[in-house]
């Protein structure tokens, strides 16, 4: 079935590091798909979309492209700032299927230390 | 950005009673949805409507819940009558449309706790 990995639970960085959070997908359907942040007590908020292929999309200093081939749309950041910790989703959209529901990864915690 | 409300933000009731979660949706959005999340697991999908209609549910959207957006008001969710495995927080989003205008814009959900 359709589905969203996101393998790290938590991780912890320094302000100014880069970082990478992972996200891969399964679907059969021709994908779309999102990055959201939540911060404490807030609504998650869309960071990043994509459905095209091998195209760097870019928002806020976060970046991420959407491989088809390796079926991944990993997030990534050249200096985290204390700002960016969050909870953060990866999230599935299929084109072709009625409704339009998302599919969503567990959430990766990037906690940023001073 | 567009925002989405939910009210209440907690809610605490004894089990087999009934409950109305309440979602302020952005004002022009066509399509409207409630997820779960169980705590520390994923968000899961349960619904979503258009149109005055459910277009698709879940599994975990069992005949104990219906949804209605009355004359363009409030898009609720209702469990009658709840059970203890109904304690989550719930999401509602909202989105403009589909095809390139998919993404969905959330509330910050209502934690429902069932003693």
């Known amino acids: 079935g359709d589905s969203v990995t996101q393998t790290e639970g938590l991780v912890t960085l320094t302000k100014g590091l880069p970082v990478m959070l992972n996200c891969t997908y399964q679907?059969?359907?021709?994908?779309?798909l999102f990055w959201y942040v939540q911060h404490l007590n807030e609504a998650p908020k869309l960071l990043l979309k994509?459905?095209?292929?091998?195209k760097r999309t870019e928002h806020q200093g976060f970046y991420a492209t959407l491989h088809k081939s390796s079926s991944s749309f990993h997030l990534q950041k050249s200096s985290v700032q204390l700002s960016d910790s969050a909870l953060y989703f990866c999230a599935l959209s299929l084109y072709g299927s009625s409704g339009n529901k998302l599919i969503f990864g567990i959430g990766t915690l990037l906690s940023v230390k001073p | 950005g567009p925002k989405v409300l939910q009210i209440p933000s907690h809610q605490i009731i004894d089990m087999g009673q009934m409950v109305t979660l309440n979602c302020d949706p952005v004002s022009n959005h066509l399509y409207f949805y409630w997820y779960k999340q169980i705590l520390g697991q994923q968000m899961e999908f349960l619904v979503n409507?258009?149109?005055?209609?459910?277009?698709?549910k879940s599994k975990l959207f069992k005949d104990q819940f219906s949804v209605e957006r009355p004359d363009g008001s409030y898009f609720t969710l209702k469990i009658q009558p709840t059970a203890l495995e109904d304690s989550a927080v719930y999401f509602c989003?909202?989105?403009?449309?589909?095809?390139?205008?998919?993404?969905?814009?959330f509330g910050p959900g209502t934690r429902l706790t069932v003693l």
């Open positions: 989003a909202s989105s403009p449309g589909l095809g390139g205008r998919r993404e969905q814009y």
């Open positions: 409507f258009y149109n005055g209609k459910v277009m698709e």
């Open positions: 679907t059969t359907y021709s994908p779309f």
């Open positions: 994509s459905s095209t292929d091998n």
